[in-house]
């Protein structure tokens, strides 16, 4: 029996010597990476705003019940909270507030329309969270735009799987502070420590993808699938965050999430075996280079205004629909699930067929369709009416997102240097941009002339963007990387995989034994 277990335990070690050289292998860390950092990017979303907006009245009713203790204050207690909180929990109590069926002016009984009491009004304490929610939500893509020229070029130096795994390591600690706070300052703090661990395993992640897959559609198909680990992310976030705050409470969304980055950790440690790596005489572009070439520019303002829309409804979407609709918590989160569904839709089929038809066509309609959709919210009377729209929202930025990512490593295969730690921390301050940017400003803008205007100004934003992308149809580069490309695509198997930045220094993996399906 003993003899058995060895054996076991020597093929196990020796299958993991084999796989740490492994694409596909690779992919998948890439993929569980950016699907946690993605699920904690969005399972805020509709905890957030309720649970501020419960702390706010928490407190104000406890200072009303300091000044005037009464029945009438317990009632009015009751009254505010019940219809939106069962997560502000007091301690000792096992018990959750849950929606009342109250009869309102109008007579309507258990199961009768809303009256307008029910809901929070336009110049409640609600409508003034979407500049707290907004800064909230932002704070994370404004650390990360400001981590990200440092993690670009620290690549390039060191490799990319010590950048990814102290991503891990920051994401954890960052969902563990999550779960456990209970003020907006100890949340502000762990939303921005959450854009250090981002940094860190986007840039990473899309550098090491890049170096491994040097074909140029085997790039765009691997990226895609990479994607979808980002699109599952959003799609499993807003749900599962809704609906676990809902029935169980604020944290045990979080504590699940620590769960799966503890997964994501263990499988780096096993795979990658985080260490330095020594560069080789290849040197990247400089990252101002790189900001400097026009066509990047445009492929980074593509992904910045294209996610912008998004950002711009995450913080603002809730509040609207609270105001509106009267929606339930759980609803908060299921309206973005159109959109998230049809974003991993959209990466799935244009990670490759975005090469076919050619990905600044394939960017162009999809930032169009984007301002579109974005306009076309508002007029959504309640969560059923905000299906197409959003759908087509999260297939459009899919859309943009597997064509400009990938577009981004052939720009510095076709006019610079081929090394992608840079240029993927472009790509990410450009996602981040939209990030820090959408939420921040769309907060003020809605609450100083409304969600519908917010919503107009970027669904034109967006439109009168899309015809730059024109000018990604043929980009011109050096006539000696021109051939260079042209010869990989007809001999990608014969190629080394020794890439500067990446642990396959100095190996002697085969790409026979590995090939990309």
């Not at 050289?21 to 905890?47: E, G, H, W, Y």
């Not at 040097?214 to 765009?220: I, L, M, N, S, W």
């Not at 990512?405 to 992608?420: A, C, K, N, T």
Request: net charge negative.
């Amino acid at each position: 029996m003993g003899r058995l277990e060895e054996l076991r335990h020597f093929n196990l070690l020796q299958w993991l010597r084999e796989e740490r050289q492994s694409r596909k292998l690779i992919l998948f860390i890439v993929f569980v990476a950016l699907l946690l950092d993605n699920m904690l990017l969005t399972v805020v979303v509709p905890i957030i705003p309720s649970y501020l907006y419960n702390l706010d009245e928490s407190a104000e009713l406890a200072l009303k019940n300091q000044t005037a203790p009464g029945p009438d204050a317990a009632g009015s207690f009751h009254s505010i909270v019940s219809l939106y909180d069962n997560s502000v929990r007091t301690s000792g109590s096992n018990s959750s507030a849950r929606p009342v069926d109250r009869v309102g002016p109008t007579g309507a009984g258990p199961g009768g329309p809303h009256n307008s009491s029910d809901c929070p009004q336009a110049s409640s304490t609600l409508a003034n969270e979407n500049v707290r929610v907004g800064l909230l939500f932002a704070s994370k893509a404004t650390v990360q735009l400001i981590t990200n020229p440092f993690i670009g070029p620290l690549t390039n130096r060191i490799g990319y799987q010590l950048p990814i795994f102290v991503g891990f390591c920051i994401m954890f600690l960052s969902t563990i502070m999550f779960a456990f706070s209970s003020s907006y300052a100890l949340l502000f703090v762990a939303r921005s420590l959450q854009g250090v661990g981002s940094s860190c395993s986007s840039v990473a992640g899309m550098g090491m993808l890049a170096s491994v897959y040097t074909d140029d559609e085997e790039r765009g198909h691997a990226i895609g699938i990479a994607l979808g680990g980002l699109a599952m992310g959003v799609l499993v976030g807003p749900p599962f965050g809704s609906v676990m705050y809902e029935f169980v409470g604020k944290t045990a969304p979080f504590l699940i999430l620590a769960f799966l980055a503890l997964f994501d950790g263990a499988l780096q440690l096993v795979v990658l075996q985080p260490t330095k790596v020594e560069p080789e005489s290849q040197k990247g572009t400089p990252l101002l280079t790189l900001m400097k070439d026009p066509y990047i520019v445009i492929a980074a303002g593509a992904i910045c205004f294209g996610n912008m829309a998004i950002a711009m409804l995450e913080p603002t979407l809730p509040i609207w629909m609270m105001e509106t609709m009267c929606a339930r918590k759980w609803q908060l989160g299921v309206a973005f699930l159109p959109a998230s569904i049809s974003y991993l839709i959209g990466t799935y089929i244009f990670g490759s067929l975005a090469h076919r038809m050619g990905r600044w066509l394939c960017a162009l309609v999809g930032m169009a369709l984007v301002g579109i959709s974005v306009i076309c919210v508002p007029f959504a009377s309640n969560i059923y009416g905000l299906i197409l729209p959003n759908f087509g929202i999260g297939f459009a930025i899919g859309m943009v997102d597997s064509s400009m990512m990938p577009i981004m490593g052939y720009l510095v295969d076709l006019r610079h240097v081929s090394v992608y730690g840079s240029v993927y921390a472009i790509a990410d301050v450009a996602f981040c941009m939209g990030f820090a940017l959408g939420p921040s400003i769309g907060g003020s803008i809605a609450e100083s002339i409304g969600f519908p205007w917010l919503m107009t100004i970027i669904g034109i934003v967006d439109i009168l963007f899309s015809p730059l992308c024109i000018f990604l149809r043929n980009p011109p580069g050096q006539e000696e990387k021109i051939a260079i490309l042209m010869d990989s695509s007809c001999s990608m198997k014969t190629r080394s995989y020794s890439t500067q930045g990446t642990f396959y220094q100095g190996g002697d993996m085969d790409p026979e034994d590995d090939e990309y399906d």
